[in-house]
Nanobody, 125 residues
Framework: EVQLVESGGGLVQAGGSLRLSCAAS?????????IGWFHQAPGKEREGVSC????????NSAESVNGRFTITRDNAKNTVYLQMNSLKPEDTGVYYC?????????????????WGQGAQVTVSS
């Protein structure tokens, strides 16, 4: 079974940066999956932020984070990163990583077979 563990969350001032990590384990073929990052702001529904196809590194990101957030992967470490720059108070919330073998399913529909436990990010104004 795939296990995803997020790390790197915390408290940062507006304009600051954080890097989230999503480490995957479970004896699966990482290259078969697409990994996505999702954001759930307080009192709101979860929404997709960015996703990356592990086989070739193809990415897709929400317009709201283009130019500020970058998703990358390290296949050797089975880890995906989300570099978040120029953070805004509205970026506050819980960030989840998720994994699915279907790129359309995870990147467009926001559905995934496996989910991490989430990492809290708080951006103060």
């Amino acid at each position: 079974e795939v296990q995803l563990v997020e790390s790197g969350g915390g408290l940062v001032q507006a304009g600051g940066s954080l890097r989230l990590s999503c480490a995957a384990s479970g004896g699966f073929t990482f290259a078969d999956y697409t990994i996505g990052w999702f954001h759930q702001a307080p009192g709101k529904e979860r929404e997709g932020v960015s996703c990356i196809r592990m086989s070739d590194g193809a990415t897709n990101s929400a317009e709201s984070v283009n130019g500020r957030f970058t998703i990358t992967r390290d296949n050797a470490k089975n880890t995906v990163y989300l570099q978040m720059n120029s953070l805004k108070p509205e970026d506050t919330g819980v960030y989840y990583c998720a994994a699915d073998t279907g790129l359309f399913r995870i990147c467009v529909l926001g559905q995934a077979e496996y989910w991490g436990q989430g990492a809290q990010v708080t951006v103060s104004s």
